[in-house]
């Protein structure tokens, strides 16, 4: 028996998902770059499942490759060629645990659609800030794992300066829980910001406490042209003393990238 074997034979049968056409999924990555082979799709209830399995991959010398909407560019989701690595998805821990409008926070599952934590945000008039272009399928596990930039960076900051606690599986299967909401937190080390953008290496996320905020009472979109590309920072410095930094998003669009949208339109 294998060393995976043995993992997966002593795992509950309804985490372990063996169809291949499910698996081949998750062994490319979105752009199509990277292709691997893994024997098995893990997908874990809860923490404490998380928690097992990565216990026994320890043991085992098993290697774990976490999996989220598999929308990232970098391959990092992406099992190698051996056949021996083990996939483990967390979309069936998908759950929104709260939603405090008094504290501008809600705390969710790592498996939670992007898209769906805006809508949570929304029926309480509020709005959490990041927003990618893969918002209807990411998962906010992968969100904070690859620390995702998104288009709302300028006001809002990337997805480092949205997390106010985390749940975390270490590699050798403890959880380490801190998912309180607490803004003004000064006590010692924040290890959750070390997790940030580790890409699972330091760990599995499982749950994660965000910062809200309230949406702007009005939005207003220009597209303006410029001679020099050194008239650009300039530019966004303008914009931001003027409106009193609500600028939410500055995007440069070249001229050779209009161009050729223009020519395939014609």
Known sequence: MTPYEQVLAELPAEIV??????????????????????????????????ASIVKLCNLHSVALVPVGGNTGYCGGATPDESGQQLLISLQRMNKIQEVNADNLSITVDAGCILSEIHEAAEQENLMFPLSLGSQQS?????????????VSAVRYGITRDLVLGLEVVLPDGQVLSNLSPLRKDNRGYALHQLLIGAEGSLGIVTGASLRLFLPAASRVTAFLAINEISDLMPLLAKAQR?????????????????DLLFARQT
């Open 242 to 258: 003027y409106t009193g930094e609500a600028v939410t998003s500055f995007e440069y669009i070249s001229g050779a990238s209009l």
């Open 138 to 150: 990411c998962q906010i596990g992968g969100n904070i794992s690859t620390n995702a930039g998104g």
């Open 17 to 50: 998902v063996n169809d291949k056409d499910i698996i081949n999924g998750y062994t490319t990555d979105f752009r199509k770059k990277y292709t691997g082979e893994s024997p098995a799709l893990l997908r874990p209830r809860s923490t404490e499942e998380v």
